[in-house]
Antibody
Framework: QVQLQESGPGLVRPSQTLSLTCSVS??????????WSWIRQHPGKGLEWIGY???????YYKQSLKSRIIISLDTSKNQFSLNLSSVTAADTAVYYC?????????????WGQGTLVTVSS | SYELTQPPSVSVSPGQTASITCSGN??????VCWYQQKAGQSPVMVIY???KRPSGIPERFSGSNSGNTATLTISGTQALDEADYYC????????FGGGTKLTVL
């Protein structure tokens, strides 16, 4: 059974960098041909895709966030991470990590439980 | 950029059929999936590749995609189906619909 678990600070100061880690169990982030993704949900709002990283290390980011995002793999720990720089209150959201399934479409078959990140001074 | 449009809310009586639509330009040319999100929980995929059900998803959930509209249908709706539902596709990037709140009255 694949499981994902987000971790990181729940509070980030404005202009600082938001850093989150997703720990994966039940699958190898480097050995299997999957995309590993970050998705966020602003309070009371819908889902927003942030970006994903392929097992090879190739990355794909939402265009409007591209200048502030880095998604990376840590294969030794079977984790992947999100760094979002220069945060503002608009980045306050629940952040989910998720896996893109191996089918012909881009759909997210496993999700973490989500972690709330608040940007505030 | 590509957009998916969902009705904000849909109401259904227990035991009846609920239909939630998702509209986008030439949507039939793309794969659509659907997620269920109950209050305070992570989304769960209920339909992928337009009409396939992941393991463990009840048969009362079905999907279709034709023209500009994809539809999630829940037959024999139960109280436990009350949730927000999101459609999603890919068009140069991942695109989510705005979500539909399903109320089982």
């Amino acid at each position: 059974q694949v499981q994902l678990q987000e971790s990181g600070p729940g509070l980030v100061r404005p202009s600082q960098t938001l850093s989150l880690t997703c720990s994966v169990s039940g699958a190898s982030i480097s050995g299997d041909s999957y995309y590993w993704s970050w998705i966020r949900q602003h309070p009371g709002k819908g889902l927003e895709w942030i970006g994903y990283i392929y097992y090879s290390g190739s990355t794909y980011y939402k265009q409007s966030l591209k200048s502030r995002i880095i998604i990376s793999l840590d294969t030794s720990k079977n984790q992947f991470s999100l760094n979002l720089s220069s945060v503002t209150a608009a980045d306050t959201a629940v952040y989910y990590c998720a896996r893109v399934g191996s089918g012909a479409d881009v759909s997210f078959d496993y999700w973490g439980q989500g972690t709330l990140v608040t940007v505030s001074s | 950029s590509y957009e998916l449009t969902q009705p904000p809310s849909v109401s259904v009586s227990p035991g009846q059929t609920a239909s939630i639509t998702c509209s986008g330009n030439k949507l039939e040319d793309k794969y659509v999936c659907w997620y269920q999100q109950k209050a305070g929980q992570s989304p769960v995929m209920v339909i992928y590749q337009d009409k396939k059900r992941p393991s463990g998803i009840p048969e009362r959930f079905s999907g279709s995609n034709s023209g500009n509209t994809a539809t999630l249908t829940i037959s024999g709706t139960q109280a436990l189906d009350e949730a927000d539902y999101y459609c999603q596709t890919w068009d140069s990037s991942v695109v989510f619909g705005g979500g539909t709140k399903l109320t089982v009255l």
